[in-house]
C-alpha cells in the first residue's frame, strides 16, 4: 500500500526520473548538433549523424512536454512560482526549442526550383538552417543552466500569509558563477557523448581526438568544481541525504571520466558510450540529492522554500496520476529501445567496416 | 494588465487553434490511409505509402505547437498551475503520451514492412488526442458539475474525471470536430489527387484516392447537415437581459466575498449561511479586479491589503457586467461562414461521386479545378469554428468559475505583445514549411518515396548484379556490404564483382 501522506515525496521520483531523460537525450541531441558541423562537407557520415539527431529531436520534445506537464500537474503552486520567476528566460527557450526543431525537421524542404538544382549540404539556406540549429543548441544549453544553477542557488522570495509567493528576484540573478559551471559542465558531457558516439559511429580520427580532449576537460572540470559544489551542500542545512552520500556520489564523476578515457584508448566503444551517458545522468542524480526535498528554495529565509510536501497540487490528483507511472514507464523503454535501435551494438561494431547502418536505412 | 491579458489571450488561442487544426488533420488522413492500406490490392497500398509521407509532415508541426502550447503554461498563464493545474494536468499529461506513442508507431512503421494494424493504432491514438483535447475544451466552456471551485483556497478540484472525458456536451462537439477533421484531409486528397489528373499523371492512383477521400468525406458532410440545421437556428441573444442577469449575478457574489472574508476572520453561522447562498456568484464578484488583495510595502515587509467591497459603486458594476457580455456577433458570423463551408464542400463531394459513378473524372476539368480551389477552405471552417467557440467564452477561463485575468501572469504588456508577435512569425513559417514539404511530396508523386524503399529494399547494385550474373546468393553478399554511398554501382564495383565471380566459378569447377 502506499502511504497517502508521503505520496508527494513519492512523487518526486517519476519527476526527476522524467527531467533525467529529458536532459540526456537532449544533451546526446544538442552534442551531435554542435560536433557534426566539425565534420567534412563531403563526408558521407555527416548526412548519417544528421538523420540520428531527426530522429531523435520529436522524441525529445515529448519528453521535455511529459516533464513539464508532471511538474504541472503534481506540483502546481511550485509550477507556478517557478514560472512567475523565469517567464523571460522560459520565452526565449520555448522559441528556441521550436525553431531548432523545425529547422531539423524540415531541414530537407527545397524551397522553389526543381529537386535536380538542389545541392544538399552547400546552398546558402541549408548553411543557415546549419547555423540556426547550432546557436539554439547552445542558447538551450545557457538557458538550462541558467535556471539549474539559480535554483541551486536559491532565490530571494518569500511567502505571505496567502501564500503568495513575494519575489525580489532579477532576471539578472541568473548570471551567478553555479550557472557558469553548469553551463561548462552540460556543454562539455554533450560534446564528449556526441563525439564518442560519433567517433564509433565514423571511426574518423578528428573526432577521437575531440573525444579526448572533451573527456580530460570534463576530468579537470570536476576535479576543479569539487570545492564550489561542497560549498553548495553546506548552504543547504536543510538537504534529506546526508553530505557524505552526496559527496560519494561526486567522486564516483572523476573515476569515470577516467575510466571513459581508457575506454576511448582502448576502444571499447560500448564502455566509451555507456560511461559518456553515465557521467550525465551521475550529475543529474547529484543535483536530485542536493535539492530534496526543496522544489525552489529560498535564499531570503529556507524555511519559506517551497518544498515537495507543501506544494503539491492535491491528494486526489496524485493518486489519479499515478496510472500514468506504467505508461510513462512503457515510454522510457520504448525509448531505450529507439536508441537501440539506432546505435546497437552490432551497428557499433560494423559501422567502421561495412559503412553501412541502421541510421542510412532510416 | 488589460493588455498583457490580450495579447496572452489571442496569442494561446492562436497557438491552440493552429494545434487544433493540425490534430484534425492528422485524424483524418490517419483514417484515410488506414483504410487503404487495409485493402489487398496493391495500388490501394501504393495510395496509403503516399498519404503516410503528409502525415510523417504535418505530424512534426503538432508536436512543435503542443510544445508550444505546454510552454505559454509557464510563461503567459503561470498562475493557472495552482489554481487548476490538478484539473487539466492530468489530461495534458495523457497527451503527451498519446503523442509519444504516435511519435513511436511512426518510427516503427518506417522501420518495419508489416503496417496495417501499425497505422489502425496510430489512427486510433490520433483520434483519442482529438477527444482528449475536446473534453479539455467543452469543459472549460460547460464545467457543470465536473469541477468545483473551492473560493476559500483560490483552486479549482476534480469532482469527476469520468464526468469530464465522457458526456454528453464532449460527445457534440467530438463529432463535430471529427466530422470536420474527415472533410479537411478528404479535401486534401481530392485537391493533390485532381492537380495529378490534370497533370495527366498517376490517374489510377489519383482515383483509388479519390474514391476513399469522397466516400469518407462526403458521408462525413452529410452527417454534419442535422448539426449545422441545429446551429443555424442560432438567435441573436436580448443583451439587455443578460447585462441584468450580470449585475445581480456580481452583487450576490460581492455579498459571497464579503462574507467568505468574514468567515476567514471569525466563524459564525449567518456569515456561513449567506457565504453558501452565495458560494457559486463568488467567481461574478472576482471579475472586479479592484477586489482582489494586493500588496503594499508597509515599514520593512510588504503586507496583504484587502479592498473594502462598499467601495465599489453602481457604475463600475454596470461597466463590469457589460464587458463580460460574450461577442456574439463573431459567434453568429463564424457560425455562418461554417455553414457556408460545409454547403460547398458536400456540392462538391457530390460532384465527385457523380463524376466517379459515370466513370468520367479524367475528363471533368471543372469539377477537378473547383476540388484544388476549395482545398483552403476547410482548414478556414475549422479556424471559424475555433473563433466561434472562443466568442462565447467571454471574459472566463473556466465558465462561470475562474476569470481570465486570474490566472495570466504579472507581466508587462510590451513582452507579451513582443511574444504574440514572434509567434504570429513562427506559425507562419510553419504553415511555410508544411506547404513547401507537401508541395516536395505532391512533386516526387506516389513512386519513389523512401518509406517503399526501406521496408523493400532493391538497391541497383542487386537488380544489375542478378542480371549480369543471374546468381542470387552472391548478389545478396555483394548487397550486405553495400552502403548508400555504393548505391550508384562504378566501373571498380564491377571489375572486383567480375573477379570475384570469377573466383566463385573456379570453385565450384
Do not use: Q, R, V
Given at each position: 500500500m502506499i502511504d497517502i501522506v508521503n505520496l508527494p515525496k513519492l512523487w518526486i521520483l517519476p519527476l526527476a526520473w522524467t527531467w533525467n531523460i529529458t536532459l540526456l537525450g537532449l544533451t546526446f541531441d544538442i552534442g551531435c548538433a554542435l560536433i557534426y558541423r566539425f565534420m567534412n562537407k563531403n563526408n558521407p557520415y555527416k548526412t548519417q549523424i544528421f538523420n540520428f539527431i531527426k530522429q531523435i529531436a520529436l522524441f525529445n520534445l515529448i519528453w521535455l512536454c511529459i516533464s513539464i506537464l508532471i511538474f504541472f500537474t503534481i506540483f502546481g503552486p511550485a509550477f507556478s512560482g517557478l514560472s512567475m520567476l523565469f517567464s523571460p528566460i522560459i520565452t526565449l527557450l520555448m522559441f528556441a526549442l521550436a525553431i531548432r526543431t523545425l529547422a531539423i525537421k524540415f531541414y530537407d524542404v527545397h524551397f522553389f526550383g526543381n529537386k535536380s538544382n538542389y545541392a544538399y549540404l552547400n546552398s546558402s539556406t541549408k548553411k543557415f538552417t546549419n547555423w540556426i540549429i547550432t546557436d539554439t543548441s547552445i542558447v538551450i544549453l545557457c538557458i538550462f543552466s541558467a535556471i539549474f544553477g539559480t535554483i541551486l542557488n536559491g532565490i530571494p522570495f518569500y511567502l505571505n500569509n496567502s501564500k503568495q509567493l513575494i519575489s525580489l528576484f532579477r532576471i539578472e540573478d541568473c548570471l551567478n558563477p553555479t550557472s557558469l559551471l553548469i553551463f561548462l559542465l552540460l556543454i562539455i558531457f554533450s560534446i564528449t557523448q556526441a563525439s564518442v558516439f560519433c567517433y564509433i559511429k565514423t571511426q574518423l580520427h578528428k573526432m577521437k581526438i575531440i573525444a579526448l580532449i572533451s573527456t580530460i576537460l570534463l576530468f579537470t572540470i570536476i576535479s576543479c568544481s569539487i570545492f564550489p559544489i561542497e560549498n553548495l551542500i553546506e548552504e543547504?542545512?536543510?538537504?534529506?541525504?546526508s553530505k557524505n552520500i552526496i559527496r560519494s556520489v561526486f567522486i564516483t564523476l572523476p573515476i569515470s571520466a577516467l575510466i571513459l578515457i581508457a575506454a576511448i584508448i582502448n576502444k571499447r566503444y560500448t564502455l566509451a558510450l555507456i560511461t559518456s551517458s553515465g557521467i550525465i545522468k551521475i550529475f543529474m542524480i547529484i543535483f536530485d540529492l542536493i535539492l530534496f526535498p526543496f522544489i525552489v528554495p529560498s535564499s531570503i529565509d529556507t524555511s519559506q522554500s517551497l518544498i515537495c510536501i507543501n506544494s503539491f497540487s492535491n491528494i486526489q490528483t496524485l493518486v489519479v496520476s499515478l496510472i500514468f507511472v506504467i505508461p510513462m514507464l512503457i515510454a522510457a523503454l520504448c525509448t531505450v529501445w529507439i536508441y537501440n535501435k539506432l546505435i546497437n551494438s552490432k551497428t557499433l561494431a560494423t559501422s567502421a567496416k561495412t559503412k553501412n547502418s541502421v541510421i542510412t536505412k532510416l | 494588465m488589460n493588455e498583457f491579458i490580450e495579447f496572452s489571450k489571442n496569442q494561446f488561442f492562436l497557438t491552440a487553434g493552429f494545434n487544433l487544426i493540425f490534430v484534425e488533420f492528422n485524424a483524418g488522413i490517419s483514417l484515410i490511409t488506414a483504410i487503404m492500406y487495409s485493402m489487398r490490392k496493391t495500388i490501394w497500398q501504393r495510395c496509403a505509402k503516399f498519404w503516410l509521407k503528409t502525415i510523417l509532415a504535418s505530424y512534426s508541426i503538432t508536436v512543435i505547437t503542443t510544445l508550444l502550447l505546454v510552454f505559454q503554461l509557464a510563461t503567459n498563464w503561470s498562475k493557472l498551475g495552482g489554481i487548476c493545474g490538478n484539473i487539466f494536468g492530468p489530461f495534458l499529461i495523457l497527451i503527451a503520451l498519446i503523442m509519444f506513442f504516435c511519435e513511436f508507431l511512426m518510427f516503427l512503421i518506417k522501420l518495419r514492412a508489416e503496417k496495417t494494424k501499425t497505422l489502425w493504432i496510430l489512427t486510433i491514438l490520433m483520434h483519442l488526442h482529438l477527444w482528449i483535447i475536446i473534453a479539455i475544451q467543452t469543459t472549460m466552456h460547460q464545467p457543470n458539475s465536473s469541477i468545483e471551485f473551492d473560493y476559500m483556497n483560490n483552486c479549482a478540484h476534480i469532482v469527476s474525471f469520468f464526468d469530464i472525458s465522457f458526456n454528453f456536451n464532449t460527445a457534440i462537439q467530438f463529432t463535430k470536430s471529427l466530422w470536420k477533421s474527415y472533410s479537411i484531409a478528404s479535401i486534401f486528397c481530392i485537391g493533390i489527387c485532381a492537380r495529378y489528373i490534370l497533370q495527366n499523371k498517376h490517374i489510377a492512383f489519383s482515383i483509388s484516392s479519390i474514391k476513399t477521400a469522397v466516400l469518407i468525406g462526403g458521408s462525413a458532410c452529410i452527417s454534419l447537415t442535422p448539426l449545422i440545421y441545429k446551429a443555424s437556428s442560432f438567435q441573436m441573444p436580448n443583451i439587455k437581459n443578460i447585462q441584468t442577469i450580470n449585475v445581480i449575478h456580481i452583487k450576490n457574489g460581492m455579498l459571497g466575498l464579503q462574507a467568505m472574508r468574514n468567515l476567514k476572520k471569525e466563524y459564525t453561522l449567518a456569515e456561513k449561511e449567506i457565504f453558501l447562498m452565495h458560494k457559486h456568484d463568488i467567481a461574478y464578484a472576482n471579475l472586479i479586479p479592484e477586489l482582489q488583495p494586493t500588496e503594499r510595502l508597509i515599514g520593512t515587509s510588504f503586507e496583504t491589503v484587502l479592498p473594502s467591497i462598499s467601495e465599489i459603486n453602481q457604475e463600475q458594476i454596470t461597466q463590469i457586467a457589460n464587458e463580460i457580455i460574450p461577442n456574439f456577433k463573431l459567434a453568429f458570423y463564424s457560425n455562418l461562414i461554417t455553414i457556408f463551408i460545409n454547403i460547398l464542400l458536400t456540392i462538391i463531394f457530390f460532384m465527385f461521386a457523380y463524376k466517379l459513378f459515370r466513370k468520367k473524372i479524367t475528363s471533368a476539368n471543372f469539377t477537378l479545378k473547383c476540388a484544388i480551389v476549395v482545398m483552403p477552405l476547410p482548414f478556414l471552417s475549422a479556424i471559424s469554428q475555433y473563433a466561434n467557440i472562443e466568442a462565447t467564452r467571454g471574459p472566463w477561463l473556466i465558465n462561470n468559475m475562474l476569470p481570465i485575468y486570474l490566472a495570466a501572469?504579472?507581466?508587462t504588456a510590451i513582452s507579451a505583445m513582443i511574444s504574440l508577435i514572434s509567434m504570429c512569425i513562427f506559425l507562419f513559417i510553419c504553415i511555410l514549411l508544411f506547404a513547401f514539404r507537401i508541395i516536395n511530396i505532391a512533386q516526387d508523386g506516389p513512386e519513389n518515396h523512401p518509406i517503399s524503399t526501406h521496408n523493400e529494399p532493391k538497391p541497383i547494385l542487386k537488380n544489375k548484379l542478378s542480371k549480369i550474373l543471374n546468381k542470387k546468393h552472391l548478389a545478396k553478399k555483394i548487397n550486405m556490404k553495400s552502403s548508400y554511398k555504393a548505391q550508384v554501382p562504378s566501373r571498380m564495383d564491377f571489375k572486383k564483382l567480375k573477379k570475384k565471380t570469377n573466383k566463385w566459378k573456379r570453385k565450384n569447377k
Open positions: 543547504f542545512h536543510y538537504t534529506y541525504f | 501572469s504579472n507581466l
